[in-house]
């Protein structure tokens, strides 16, 4: 049986936000898995579409194996997808938290696509796993790494890009982006930005340059992949990364997912036209709180909750 879920409910009007990769942690899951019947049909449909018990690494380890993007990409989406079903299933139409838009960080797009019905949970799950499979090739092929750049603006660092050959991946909020390229451009790069004013800048442990040109090669294999799916309309806006604006026709969600391999993920720029549309709660499902301290640095007055294990989703029903 395909799981469905149906983004249609009277509760309070929220917006769904999806981690991305970097959430993943060993455990993550299980209490769903074992306390929801909702949340583990969904991690039973996902290892049956991945035809390997994706599970089994996620609730045990060992976390090398779950760090690696193959499993990290699927395992965080697995996750995400059962906090919604479990959710269902929990608090019913009455309660159930509305998605008036959603978003997802990076990875986390592909989330929303499952939730607004544009693909099916397994066909999302076995395209997370092969873009997950292409960028860990991209990455073998053209080795780099990431940092992320605290205090800097985007301006001060495109100038910097310029001037070392990185690239801007990721506008967090106005105070942190994310640079990526090759090792010693990035380093280099680190070095320009602290000289220029930057309060930090912090080396992350990623297996390459996501979100960057040398990104290509993944895209091109995504192309294939993406041409073996039926895509539907989204029944619920979800605001691209690319250009922080909302699509919900299938071929423009196809444009966005290929573009968005190589292209800056605009988060900034996602919350900003959310809280300009109106939007003033917040709910991030998945594992991690990454995007809530995002949200709040964007937006001070920002309402926010997490979804990640069935308590949390019961403190939805009673707030």
């Known amino acids: 049986m395909t799981l469905t879920f149906k983004t249609e409910s009277h509760g309070p009007e929220v917006a769904y936000l999806f981690p991305g990769q970097g959430a993943q942690a060993v455990g993550m899951g299980k209490e769903l898995y074992d306390s929801s019947p909702a949340a583990r049909e969904v991690f039973e449909e996902i290892d049956d579409a991945l035809g390997r018990s994706l599970t089994k690494m996620m609730f045990e380890g060992p976390e090398d194996d779950l760090r690696q993007t193959v499993n990290a990409q699927p395992g965080i989406l697995a996750v995400s997808l059962a906090c919604v079903k479990a959710m269902e299933q929990e608090l019913g139409a009455q309660d159930m938290p509305n998605p008036v838009v959603m978003a997802g960080h990076s990875l986390g797009e592909y989330t929303a696509l499952a939730v607004g019905g544009v693909l099916a949970i397994d066909d999302t799950a076995l395209l997370v796993q092969e873009r997950g499979r292409l ?36 506008v967090n909020t106005g105070e942190q982006i994310v640079i990526s390229g090759e090792r010693m451009a990035v380093a280099r790069a680190m070095d320009l930005c602290e000289a220029r004013g930057a309060k930090k800048a912090i080396g992350l442990r990623v297996g390459g340059a996501f979100h960057s040109g040398l990104m290509e090669p993944a895209r091109a294999g995504l192309i294939e992949a993406i041409d073996r ?47 300009g549309s109106g939007v003033d709660s917040f709910l991030e499902i998945g594992p991690g709180r990454a995007l809530a301290g995002m949200v709040k640095r964007i937006n001070r007055r920002a309402n926010i909750s997490n979804v990640a294990d069935l308590d949390s989703i019961i403190s939805l029903r009673r707030n």
């Open 135 to 170: 960028m860990q090739e991209a990455c073998d092929e053209n080795p780099g790494t990431m940092a992320a750049i605290i205090g800097l603006d985007q301006v001060a660092l495109q100038e910097v890009a310029r001037e070392t050959g990185i690239w801007i991946s990721n």
């Open 229 to 275: 799916m039926r895509f539907s309309d989204s029944r619920v806006p979800i605001i691209a990364n690319c250009t922080g604006a909302p699509v919900t026709a299938a071929e423009d969600i196809k444009s966005e997912l290929l573009a968005q391999v190589c292209a800056t993920v605009q988060w900034k720029d996602t919350i900003d036209y959310m809280v």
